[in-house]
Each structure stands twice: as C-alpha cells, then as structure tokens.
C-alpha cells in the first residue's frame, strides 16, 4: 500500500503525560505545527516531550521532518524533542523551537545519519531556537548532510556537570566530493553552560 503524510496543525497541547507527550513513528514525511510538549514523563523513567521517527521507511525515496509555527518542549524528563530520520529536517523562518529545562536530557536532538552517506540529508533550522538549562546539551545536531542553524539561545546547559557543550553540531560525512558544512547565522546567544559553549565538527566549510 502506499506511505501517507502524518500532518499536524492547529494548536495542539500534550502536557503532564507519564511517558512521552507526543510520538509519531510513520514511514512517510511528518509536519508538525503549533506543538506545546511540556512536562512528560511524569513516571521518572522515561518521557521525551515529542519523539519522531520515520527511519523505518523502506522505499528508495527518504522522507522529511519539518516544523512550523511555534512549537514548546519544556521540563520533560527524557528530552525535550528527539527526531530520527534518513531525511531532511526544516523549520520555518517565521517559527521557534523552544527546550528548556528538561531534567534528564537534551533540549533539542535531532538525527539524520542513518541515511546512505553518499546521498547526504541536510538539517536547516531556520527559526529561532531557545534551549537552555537542559540536563545535557540543548541543542545537538548529527548529520550526514549540511546544518544550517539561526538565533540560537543557548544559555545554563549541561546541568550534569559532564562535558555536554551547550551546543553541538556534528557533520563528519566525508564521502561526498564536496563535503557538506555547517553554518551558523543570525544573532546567537551561548552563554553560561556548564561546559563548552558550541562545538562544531565537520569536513567541510564552517
């Protein structure tokens, strides 16, 4: 049969559940927009704010996440938002993800590096992003293709006291003739995280 879109709209509140807030795992592209995911994972075992996974696609063709709007994932006790995908990961200009204060977890992990390396997907967030004073980093980053981040708030990080960054964007894909990079625009604030602010690792340009 054929793979469908899971598509989300509207406002949409998943709050003081005992596991995870919301959680999409589909074979075909997810959209999700207007998300607020805050305070999940109740049981004090396990709970990510919104967990999304499309990796079990089995067609030739790879299938995207995106974001829209303004979406919140605060003081869950996993992780504020977790994506895992083979696919491109996009948020909109005019949008936010925000992932503060999550107990036991990174604010924002996104991954797209299980896809073949030779034909790399890209990360680009385009909104403002704001995590801070997560349990680990606030926003990592792992990819096979280029990331592209802008206005991030990245302040009070790494409350383990480990050697989380506040920030961590990962690109070592060194199998394309021209290796993907990483850019970092906008106004960016990283401050105060209990380690290194931003940690950038890639083959191509910075």
Do not use: C, H, M
Not at 31 to 43: C, D, E, K, Q
Not at 62 to 89: D, E, H, Q, R, W
Not at 139 to 154: M, Q, Y
Request: glycine fraction near 14%; proline fraction near 3%; charge should be positive.
């Amino acid at each position: 049969g054929s793979i469908g879109p899971v598509t989300l709209t509207g406002v949409n509140v998943f709050n003081n559940n005992r596991d995870t807030g919301l959680k999409i795992y589909s074979r075909g592209v997810i959209s999700i927009t207007g998300v607020t995911a805050n305070n999940n994972g109740l049981s004090s075992a396990n709970g990510y704010g919104v967990d999304l996974n499309n990796t079990s696609n089995v067609t030739t063709v790879v299938k995207s996440i995106s974001f829209g709007g303004f979406n919140t994932f605060n003081g869950n006790y996993s992780g504020g938002l977790l994506v895992n995908t083979k696919g491109a990961v996009t948020s909109l200009a005019t949008g936010s993800l925000t992932a503060n204060s999550n107990t036991n977890g990174k604010g924002i992990w996104i991954l797209n590096n299980s896809v073949d390396p030779a034909k790399p997907q890209f990360v680009s967030l385009s909104g403002k992003i704001i995590a801070s004073s997560n349990y680990q980093e606030g926003l990592r980053v792992e990819s096979l293709g280029s990331i592209t981040v802008s206005n991030i708030t990245a302040t009070g990080n790494n409350t383990s006291a480990l050697v989380n960054p506040g920030v961590y964007l990962f690109n070592l894909n060194s199998v394309p003739a021209i290796p993907a990079g990483v850019t970092v625009s906008g106004i960016n604030l990283v401050t105060g995280n209990l380690s290194t602010g931003i940690i950038i690792n890639a083959y191509g340009l910075i």
